[in-house]
């Protein structure tokens, strides 16, 4: 087996990280039981935010960015793990401070991966990857909430509808029988929009005068947010009664005003989304659901590259330009 491998190493030079690939040991992975044969990563705004140094992601440069990996096991100290295996790796402390999926080989502790479900290639699991896992987290949080009612025949709202959550979930609920109304910042997106299943477009600006604060109309049964501050607080207004909106993301800012009024007049409820640190068995739940009955054609709305593209990609993700998911083969 070969001993070295290529990298993207994000590297810390007085107040700039510059990005550089590079030919790094096997040796030198931390430890972990699982040595994996790195096929295909993915693109995520996390990724970006610790490549480009950004506070509260990674402490320690040099570092090799990747929150997902998909690949085959090499050498396994765990007995639930042969080497040939198929396995997916996401979130927990990968890419963060333990070398991530930008590199050929990761060694990771083997509670941080799960067996390919059977359905799922592992270029289809990173087509979607931790993205994808988020929304379908959402999805499945939004379902649990309706226990008794469900999401078919719903209206839902999505916002940053573009990008790597948002168009999953723009195709997720559109499948899943919801009427979809997608929010974005990119005019120009309207047809990709209505190809990944959305039946309604609303530019932000639209949004704001749809409603109304501290309490408007209600129109839509569920939310997907991705994008916190003013369209969060958008968003709760519009609800109606028993409804719910997912959030999992910050791109428009950490913190966001709302009202006790959606909460006691509506019974609306804010359901958060953490995709790293869940259970092992909540992310296999998830990626079990992706390989069957969610399963969705990601082919249209993902680019794929190599490691040499991804510092154009990563200034277009941190710009909010980005468009359906970016897969990187390895
Ligand atoms: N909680 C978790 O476990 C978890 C997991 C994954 C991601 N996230 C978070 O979710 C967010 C989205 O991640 P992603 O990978 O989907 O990123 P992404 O691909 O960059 O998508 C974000 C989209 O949001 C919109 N947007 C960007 N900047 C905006 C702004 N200033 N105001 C309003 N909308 C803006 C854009 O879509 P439009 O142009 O269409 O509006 C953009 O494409 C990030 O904050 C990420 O950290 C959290």
């Known amino acids: 087996m070969t001993q070295t491998y290529k990298a993207l190493e994000s590297a810390k030079i007085e107040e700039s990280n510059q990005l550089n690939i590079v030919e ?17 990563s993915s693109l995520n705004y996390k990724d970006a935010m610790s490549a480009k140094g950004m506070p509260g992601v990674t402490r320690n440069y040099p570092h090799t960015p990747g929150i997902d990996a998909a690949g085959i096991v090499k050498e396994s100290q765990d007995k639930n ?4 295996d198929s396995v997916i790796v996401t979130g927990y402390d990968l890419g963060m401070n333990t070398p991530g999926g930008f590199g050929e080989y990761i060694r990771v502790p083997s509670s941080w991966a799960i067996a390919l479900p059977k359905g799922l290639s592992a270029k289809e699991a990173m087509s979607l990857g931790t993205a994808g896992l988020t929304a379908g987290l959402s999805v499945h949080a939004l379902a649990s909430y309706r226990e008794y ?46 190809s990944i299943g959305a039946s309604h477009v609303l530019s932000r600006e639209e949004l704001a005068e749809t409603t109304r604060k501290p309490i408007g109309k209600s129109i839509w049964d569920v939310g997907i947010d991705v994008v916190s501050g003013d369209i969060l607080s958008l968003l709760l207004t519009s609800l109606k009664p028993g409804g719910a909106v997912a959030c999992s993301g910050l791109v428009g800012g950490h913190s966001f005003e709302s009202s006790i009024l959606p909460f006691i007049l509506r019974g609306n409820a804010l359901l958060g989304i953490d995709s790293v640190e869940i259970s092992l068995e909540a992310k296999t739940h998830i990626w079990e659901h992706f390989s069957s009955d969610w399963k969705i054609n990601l082919d249209h709305s993902t680019k794929e590259i190599v490691l040499e593209d991804l510092p154009d990609e990563i200034e277009t993700i941190l710009g909010g330009g980005q468009v359906g998911r970016v897969l990187v083969q390895l």
Do not use: C, H, W
């Open 81 to 84: 793990f042969r080497e040939g």
């Open 24 to 40: 790094r040991n096997i040796k030198d992975l931390p430890k972990g039981d699982l040595l994996i044969k790195v096929q295909y």
């Open 149 to 194: 009612i469900g999401l078919s025949d719903t209206k839902s709202i999505v916002t940053g509808a573009t990008g790597g959550v948002g168009s999953v979930a723009v195709m997720l609920l559109s499948k899943l029988g919801s009427e979809v109304t997608a929010v974005t910042g990119k005019n120009d997106q309207l047809d990709f929009l209505s």
